[in-house]
Structure formats: C-alpha cells, structure tokens
C-alpha cells in the first residue's frame, strides 16, 4: 500500500485543482503552474497558492487515505453560491472495488503502472473539462463529499474522546467531508418548473491489481444561459 499512500494524495490533488481552475471555483490569477508535469502529463498542473486551501486539500487526503477501505465514493459538487442544493455538475471517483490493496507491493516497476494509469485518468479529466463552457465567475462553489460504506458517520460522540491534537483533527475531518448523501437527489435543486436532464460522462479511472477506482462526471442540461447542452 506504500506506493497508494505515496501517489493517490498527488493524484487527488492534482483531480481537485484542475476542476477548481477549468470551472472557475477561484480566480485564476490565484493558481499558478507546476514546474513538472504531474504523472508526465503534456501539460502542467494549475495549483492554488492560497495556504489554506492547500492545508484543506492536506487534510482531505489524509482523511481520505485513512478511510480508504471503507470510501465508496469521493464526490465534488458544483453548486450555486446562493443555493448549494442547486448543483449543476458532479465529479465522481468510484473507490468501490478497491478490496486489494495489498497485492502488488513487490512488482517490479510498480511506480510506472501507477504513471500510467493516473496520467491516462487525469488527462481524460482535463480533455473533458476544456471541452466545457465557461461558467459565470464568482457564481458557483463546490463541495465536496465523501461517501463510505459500512462505517458509522455523522453519529460519533466526543463526549469521551481522548482530546489530542490527533483525534479532535480526525473528528473535525469527518464534519467535514463524510456526509450521508441520497445520490439519487443530487440534481433536485431549483424550481419545479424547470425542466432538466442529467448527463453522465464517462472518463478513466484507474485499473491495477491493487488499487481500481472509476471516474464520470455529471451536468445538468437545462434551459440555462449558464450552462450548455452540449460540449461536442
């Protein structure tokens, strides 16, 4: 699982921000480009220079790592900033067949299995999100969702809790991003009257013996000057 906990937060990182910079989450004067080319992409990774928004993406990753095992998915919404049930876009990634994570810990090469498969992942990303039409900066906000199985969220007492640096930061993840969320009610936002279809795009995962999680994404098609029906 070495290579998992050394790879996945880059990998996690670098999935987050460019959907931060492409749907302008931010203004983009507030990135700025790697130096390398993440996973030997062809193009460099835009990275968000605020502090704590790269202390945020620190935590998730830890979060997300020590509840890997359990993740059934790892979503970002983009939502209205005036009504974050009005979500208009869903990234997905998958984590429900990850069940063996220790079996390549000693093939050889391992590290440029994992290249490939996140670097044919991300780049199916990053096709997708420069085919998309602009969003109206400073309108929209994201959120971002953990989704697990067979764990007990959103009901943990602190009443008794052993009060280090540690757990409390660990308590604080979990208000944070495991939420318990109906996926079936993700695009129910907004007025009754519109009328609105839901679109699922389907982009590489990542498929190795250890580790295979899938990626789609989600948009509403509508009758919104926003938001176009088509990104052919």
């Given at each position: 699982m070495k290579f998992v906990q050394k790879w996945l937060p880059?990998?996690?990182?670098?999935?987050?921000?460019?959907?931060?910079?492409?749907?302008?989450?931010?203004?983009?004067?507030?990135?700025?480009?790697?130096?390398?080319h993440a996973f030997n992409l062809p193009n460099h990774i835009p990275v968000n220079i605020h502090p704590d928004l790269q202390q945020y993406l620190d935590d998730l990753c830890d979060d997300l790592l020590d509840k890997i095992k359990?993740?059934?998915?790892?979503?970002?919404?983009?939502?209205?900033?005036?009504?974050?049930?009005?979500?208009?876009?869903?990234?997905?990634?998958?984590?429900?067949d990850v069940n063996h994570l220790d079996k390549m810990e000693g093939v050889i090469n391992q590290e440029d299995i994992v290249f490939d498969e996140f670097r044919s992942s991300l780049y199916s990303l990053l096709a997708y999100l420069e085919k998309l039409p602009l969003l109206r900066p400073g309108k929209y906000t994201f959120d971002i969702v953990i989704e697990t199985v067979e764990m007990s969220l959103g009901h943990v007492s602190n009443e008794n809790m052993n009060r280090t640096k540690e757990s409390i930061a660990a308590l604080e993840r979990d208000w944070n991003w495991v939420k318990y969320r109906d996926s079936s009610k993700d695009f129910s936002g907004g007025t009754e009257t519109q009328q609105q279809r839901?679109?699922?795009?389907?982009?590489?995962?990542?498929?190795?013996?250890?580790?295979?999680?899938?990626?789609?994404?989600?948009r509403v098609i509508e009758n919104n000057p926003d938001i176009s029906a088509s990104i052919e």
């Amino acid at each position: 699982m070495k290579f998992v906990q050394k790879w996945l937060p880059v990998y996690i990182k670098a999935w987050i921000q460019l959907i931060w910079y492409h749907r302008d989450i931010y203004p983009r004067e507030t990135f700025q480009w790697t130096k390398y080319h993440a996973f030997n992409l062809p193009n460099h990774i835009p990275v968000n220079i605020h502090p704590d928004l790269q202390q945020y993406l620190d935590d998730l990753c830890d979060d997300l790592l020590d509840k890997i095992k359990q993740v059934h998915y790892l979503n970002l919404y983009i939502c209205e900033c005036d009504d974050e049930t009005n979500i208009i876009e869903r990234y997905c990634l998958d984590f429900g067949d990850v069940n063996h994570l220790d079996k390549m810990e000693g093939v050889i090469n391992q590290e440029d299995i994992v290249f490939d498969e996140f670097r044919s992942s991300l780049y199916s990303l990053l096709a997708y999100l420069e085919k998309l039409p602009l969003l109206r900066p400073g309108k929209y906000t994201f959120d971002i969702v953990i989704e697990t199985v067979e764990m007990s969220l959103g009901h943990v007492s602190n009443e008794n809790m052993n009060r280090t640096k540690e757990s409390i930061a660990a308590l604080e993840r979990d208000w944070n991003w495991v939420k318990y969320r109906d996926s079936s009610k993700d695009f129910s936002g907004g007025t009754e009257t519109q009328q609105q279809r839901v679109k699922m795009y389907s982009l590489n995962g990542c498929d190795l013996n250890s580790l295979v999680f899938h990626q789609f994404a989600e948009r509403v098609i509508e009758n919104n000057p926003d938001i176009s029906a088509s990104i052919e």
